[in-house]
């Protein structure tokens, strides 16, 4: 079986990239305040605030949780290549025993 690590690796920090993406998009999005009045000051102003309010308030919830996501993706996929190189490392030092105790 062949194991790409660098790819491994690559994906991993695209991973990081996209989650500290979505990180710099939520601290955006909460500079944006929502004051109050901002589409009127009628009842259906307010209710269409309150709506707008909460959802700013999921957009912003979703894109934690997605940053938290694409963070652990690239934590496993640089997980999964220590342990892939690893394997390999040990595998090949035990070949390497096995073919010097065969010579001589």
């Given at each position: 079986m062949?194991v790409?690590?660098?790819?491994?690796?690559s994906g991993?920090?695209?991973s990081?990239?996209a989650?500290e993406?979505?990180?710099?998009?939520?601290?955006q999005?909460s500079?944006g305040?929502?004051?109050?009045?901002m589409?009127g000051?009628f009842p259906?102003a307010q209710?269409f605030?309150d709506a707008?309010g909460?959802?700013?308030?999921?957009q912003?919830?979703?894109l934690?949780?997605?940053r938290q996501?694409?963070?652990?993706?690239g934590?496993?996929a640089?997980h999964?290549?220590?342990?892939f190189?690893d394997m390999?490392?040990?595998?090949?030092?035990?070949?390497?025993?096995?073919?010097?105790?065969?010579?001589?």
């Open positions: 062949f790409d690590v660098g790819l491994l690796h991993a920090n695209e990081h990239y989650g993406h979505a990180h710099g998009g939520a601290d999005l500079r305040p929502l004051l109050s009045g589409f000051t259906v209710t605030h707008v909460a959802a700013h308030a999921q912003m919830r979703n934690h949780a997605h996501a694409l963070i652990t993706v934590e496993k640089r999964a290549a220590t342990g190189t390999d490392d040990g595998n090949a030092a035990e070949l390497k025993a096995v073919v010097c105790s065969c010579a001589t």
